[in-house]
């Protein structure tokens, strides 16, 4: 049975379910286990991952899909069996990143574009061969003094439309990642404004290239004041100022919209998602498409070493299960801490 790009995309944000991103690049992945002083070698990497994949409980109850980084696709598990095989095992689909990173952009000091769009179209065959059902691409916008400007936010969509246009000629799903950092001080206004700024340039790109929305998912950040803002803000706000923005900028031809935790403790990252879910009905699935948020706990637990292996598993688990209820709207704080 083949799925349409419209079904798969609709799978990835099904009731109660939502996305590991595990696409760490190498150099990003050795961050996080350096982190734990852990070497950053191949078979740790291998590992690591297969510990998540193999948490069957979390990937049968509230993962509908994993993100995976282009080793990670060709790896196999310590008995041979290939990762993406432990993955579909799950119902889970399999995603592949596609962007190649960013790059500084000429004459706009502090600010990047992401790169990766030559050869595009040959590499999204070769995931599709290898089992790849949907891609990412993750634009960065940064807030400073007198950034983002139009320029890198307008080179940053029209990149993200050309690589969501090859996705669906070739047979995947985009996810369209484009993130505002949370890093700095501004406040949440500011925050809110770059962020309808740049999802309306980012739909008016995509609009250009002739993408089929009702096939591709929306990976946006929150709504939050920047990490060193002295002005926190609840997390009813957050969850209030976000859906107004998505409601103003988002198609309702999109089937869902899966959050980056972009920073955030990993009881915000989720306790945000709820209550967003609460206010509903909305227009689209809102789900979680997190990679520290709910990989933190897990990979303290591990800590490298297969003792640890079924602790790691049990943290990931709870993070999961508490996410996926939370793209219910039905996460508490009693549920937290009873589980
Ligand atoms: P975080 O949830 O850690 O922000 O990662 C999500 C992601 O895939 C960033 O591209």
Redesign the pocket.
Known sequence: MTQSLAEIARAMVAPGKGIL?A?ESSGTIKKRFDGIKVENTEANRRDYREMLFRSTDAMKTAISGV?LYDETIRQKAKDGTPLTKIIQDTGALAGIKVDAGTKPLPFCPGEVVTEGLDGLRDRIKEYVGLGAKFA?W?AVIDIGKNIPSYNCINANAQALARYAALCVEGGLVPIV?P?VLMDGDHDIDTCEAVTERVLKETYSQLYYAKVPLEQTILKPNMVVPGKKCAKQASRQEVAERTVKILKRCVPTAVPGIAF????QSDEDATAHLSFMNAMGPLPWALSF?????LQAAALKAWGGKTDNVAAAQRAFTHRARMNGAAALGKWSEQLEKAA
């Open positions: 991103a696409d993100i990412k993750r990642e993130e980056l935790s972009g920073g498409s997190y990679g520290r948020a």
